[in-house]
Every structure is written in C-alpha cells, then in structure tokens.
C-alpha cells in the first residue's frame, strides 16, 4: 500500500533519483531542529536574565511570543520566494541572520535590546526551518517523503526536549549569555555543512515566476483547498498543544510538584524518547494501514493524554503527569510527520509556499497555546489540559472531514 492512499493519477513516482542518506538526514534535521533548540534553550536561565535586566521573570514570556511571531511572519515571504529564486541563498542568509540575532541577544543590556535580538532570530531561522521541509519535498515523494519528514520532525521535536537540559548546564557554568553563543555557533557549523554539502534542489525549470499580488492569491487559494488546510490545521493544533505544555510545564513541575530546574531539564529529555520512538514507527505503521489511519490514531491518542491529565487535575502527581503527557506526545509524533506529508503531498511545485503557511499555522497555533497557559484565570494543570483537551477535538474533528472528502473523490 502507499504511504499516502488514494493520490488521483495512479502511482506515486519519487521526484529525485537520491536516496535519504545518512548526510542528508543529518542536513534535514538540523535546518528543521535549530529553531526549537534556540527557543527552549533559555528557559532554564529566566531568573537569571530577568535579574539581569532588571525585569520581573513572568516579563519573559515575551521572548517566546516575539520569537514566535517574528518566526510564523517570516516564513510566509520565505517560502514564496524560494519557490522562485530557489532555496540554497535563502537557507545560508537566514543561518547569518540568525546568528546576527544571536549576538544581539548575547549581548543585550536590556529587555527591548533582548527582545528585538529574539525578532531578528526568529526572521533568520524561520528560513532554515520552513525550508527543511521544502527540500524533504524537493527530494522525495511517497514513502521515502514520509520517511524523511518523520525522522526531521523527530528532530525537530526532540530539540526543545534536550535544550532546556543544556540551557540549564550553560547557565550554571558559564551564564545565561552562553546560551546565544552556543545556538550562534551551531548556526555557523550548519550553515557551513549546507554550503559544502547540499547544491540546489529547486532547479529553475521548476521554479514559479510569481508576483506578490500571486503569492497572495495562492496562499489564499492553500487556506480554501480543503486538500490543505484540514490536515494542515490538525497537525497544527496539535503542536499548539506541545508548545502549550512547554510552556506550561516548569510552573507545574517546579511550583506545585518540587521539581528542580535540573530535574525539569531531565524530564524534558526523557520525553524525547517517546517522540523519537513514535517518530519511528509512524511510517512503518502508515506503511502497512495508511498515512490517515496512522495520523487519526494520533490525534486519538493526543486527545487520551489531554483528557487524561483533565481527570486528575485536581490532584495531579507527578507519576500520573508523565504518563497523561507521554500518552499525547505519543500521539503527536504519530500525527507531525504523517500530517505534514499528507498535507504537503499535492503541491510540489509549491512546496515552498505550502510549507511556509504550515509553518506559520503551527506557529501560529503555538504563540496561541503559550499565550492561553497564562491568560486562563486557572490552574496550571488544568489550563493545560483543556488546551490539550480543545485543541485534539479540534484535530480530530478537521482530520476526519478531511479523510471523508477523500474517501468521496473531493480531496
């Protein structure tokens, strides 16, 4: 069976003669991965910063939200115009921009300096993450494009896992300025390995010569092709939902379960294992039922992990919290990569431009659930769960439209 069923036209043909090699798969990971590294890295250090600059800590949030807009706006201009001009100049000027913000931040002196050293960050790095996606969709099709967006996207999810765990070593060690040095430098050496490594993947006679008042339209044309923007937006509200419990976590595990900042770093890291797992048999499971029935399963299982954590809300353990969380995280490394690839799968010549309104509907949706985690007049706990809880309806509800206008030949 293919991975992505009832495609019109017959067979699935691969867009590229390559392979995904174990170079390219390490490309592909980090272009995807360094934008949630630098977010999350500096979680751990927010004491420290907000002493620092003289600011109150809950001031911080603002770096994530910034970043976040900053982030999702930007890739909507990147995409496009590596659609026309091709990918390899906007990947290598996004990584020197990023590491342009990144010395801005490390060098910040105050709150707006910090900030606007985060906006000029986020513009940079939305490029190499957009774009991660757009080579993936360059490269490959079918099950080798499944294949590869899984094992990127468990990058990309494992990076703000592992993160919190090194902000909190640099922080201790070295200061919380450390941090942008470290994302500054690992910029460099990915931009360095794409420049030595990867040649152009959008070859010009595959390119769109397009104007705005064009790409305008075709994104307009993405937000009313249910083919799109169902599984775009399922796998959208679900990474709200992650966003939403990382942001939300440190006041739940410190505060009110006694966690240390250490320990917080470390259960982090631990959650990574149950999105690389996932990660791992999401195309071997679609492989053998279907990209849609693996991606459904998904958003079941993130719906269990958010209704689970409602119902001990009240007295909420930190046994209990780990599981209810590893049961969505299950679900959600399940549904990212199967999701992205059925929702990018139809529009190759666009890929850039699909990828960066999926892009920014999942940052979109992410800036929504951190803000939510904090404006709900409730409980940690609670606010997260209904976060997680509403968003996996929501999901569920577009994903399963979307599959019934494919089994009736409208999607």
């Given amino acids: 069976m293919s991975i992505i069923e009832n495609i019109p036209n017959g067979r699935i043909v691969q867009t590229a003669e390559r392979r995904l090699s174990a170079g390219l798969l390490l490309l592909l990971a980090g272009l995807a991965a360094i934008g949630a590294l630098s977010t999350n890295i500096i979680l751990p250090s927010f004491p420290s910063i907000a002493s620092a600059l003289g600011v109150p800590t809950r001031d911080l949030g ?10 999702a706006i930007g890739q909507l201009f990147v995409g496009p115009l590596s ?16 590491v342009i913000g990144s010395a801005v931040c490390g060098a910040a002196e105050s709150f707006p300096m910090l900030i606007a050293g985060r906006i000029i960050q986020a513009l940079g790095v939305c490029a190499a993450s957009v774009l991660s996606r757009a080579i993936a969709r360059d490269l490959f099709d079918g099950e080798e494009l499944a294949k590869a967006l899984s094992l990127t996207m468990v990058a990309m999810a494992a990076a703000p896992g592992f993160s919190p765990l090194l902000g909190s070593a640099l922080d201790t060690q070295f ?84 966690l240390s900042s250490l320990q917080l770093g470390l259960f982090f890291a631990t959650t990574v294992f149950v999105v690389f797992a996932s990660g791992l048999l999401a195309p071997r499971l679609a492989h053998k ?35 209810a969380l590893a049961i969505f995280l299950l679900g959600m490394g399940l549904v990212n990569p199967l999701g992205t690839a059925i929702t990018l799968h139809p529009f190759g010549r666009q890929a850039g431009l699909a990828s960066a309104l999926l892009g920014f509907l999942q940052m979109a949706c992410a800036a929504l659930g951190t803000a939510l985690t904090t404006a709900l007049p409730l409980p940690p706990v ?30």
């Avoid at 603002?62 to 982030?71: D, E, M, N």
């Avoid at 119902?311 to 353990?317: D, F, I, V, W």
């Fill in 62 to 71: 603002l770096t994530l939200s910034s970043f976040f807009v900053a982030f």
């Fill in 83 to 98: 659609d026309r001009y091709g990918r390899r100049h906007f990947v290598l000027g996004g990584l020197a921009v990023f």
């Fill in 175 to 258: 200061g919380w300025r450390s941090a942008f040095v470290v994302v500054a430098a690992l910029g460099t050496i990915l931009a360095a390995y794409y420049a030595l490594g990867a040649g152009e993947t959008h070859p010009a006679d595959r390119r769109s010569a397009t104007s705005l008042r064009a790409v305008m339209g075709a994104y307009r044309g993405l937000l009313v092709d249910p083919r799109f923007i169902r599984p775009a937006l399922a796998v959208s509200l679900v990474i709200g939902g992650l966003y939403a419990f990382f942001a939300a976590a440190p006041a739940i595990l410190i505060v009110n379960l006694g």
């Fill in 289 to 323: 039922w279907g990209a849609r029935s693996i991606a459904i399963l998904g958003i079941v299982l993130a719906l269990l992990g958010g209704v689970l954590l409602l119902a001990m809300s009240n007295a909420t353990t930190f046994p209990a919290f780990a599981v």
């Fill in 382 to 411: 609670l606010s997260l769960s209904l976060i997680l809880t509403g968003g996996s309806i929501l999901a569920l509800v577009v994903f399963l439209r979307h599959r019934a206008d494919t089994h009736h030949g409208k999607a």
